[in-house]
């Protein structure tokens, strides 16, 4: 009996159609990681971080060379010290994009200045700083992270920059 290649057509397709749903359904665990993270930052639970974030995690961020996080531990003690200069911030993911093991995110991080950033005293001004991360996931967590975004946007904000002239002595 020959099967007709219409029949072999549609099979195909149904296999294909299979495939790929299961791609997408990776993509979407990522992405809900990705959310998950988003909650625990803006709603202080980073013992949430256990389940979503890797042991030996790391944060690359050519914005803030000298901040070392390279654990989840140290996330967890960077995002503490983070309140101390910006007790109210909030997160929003704007656009994810998922591809395999990768996930982009497109964020507005706002809030006030409440605290000293290096040498430059809190203003109690509001900033809106839009950032890019593209983060790693292994076996459902969050390996790795990249993040940028733009200090002298965020210093222009603050009213940090451009720097005040000093007085002539």
């Known amino acids: 009996m020959r099967i007709p290649d219409r029949m072999i057509l549609v099979i195909l397709l149904v296999m294909l159609m299979g495939c790929r749903s299961s791609e ?3 993509q979407e ?8 993270l988003v909650t625990a930052v803006n709603t202080r639970n980073y013992d949430l971080l256990d389940e979503i974030v890797a042991p030996d995690f790391v944060r690359h961020c050519q914005a ?4 070392h996080v390279k654990s989840r531990n140290e996330m967890k003690q960077f995002l503490r010290q983070d309140l101390t200069v910006f007790p109210d911030s909030r997160i929003s993911l704007e656009v994810i994009i ?12 706002s809030a006030t200045q409440k605290g000293a950033i ?6 109690g001004k509001k900033v809106a700083l839009k950032y890019l991360s ?3 996931l292994e076996a459902g967590k969050i390996a790795e992270m990249w993040i940028e975004w733009d200090n002298l946007a965020v210093l ?3 009213g940090h920059w451009p720097p005040a002239e000093k007085a002539e002595e």
């Open 24 to 26: 997408i359904t990776l």
């Open 29 to 36: 665990k990522n992405k809900k990681v990705i959310r998950q």
């Open 64 to 67: 803030t060379p000298d901040v």
């Open 98 to 109: 998922a591809e395999g093991n990768m996930v982009a995110g497109y964020f507005t991080f």
């Open 118 to 123: 290096g040498p430059f005293p809190a203003s």
């Open 134 to 136: 593209i983060m790693r």
């Open 156 to 158: 222009s904000q603050l």
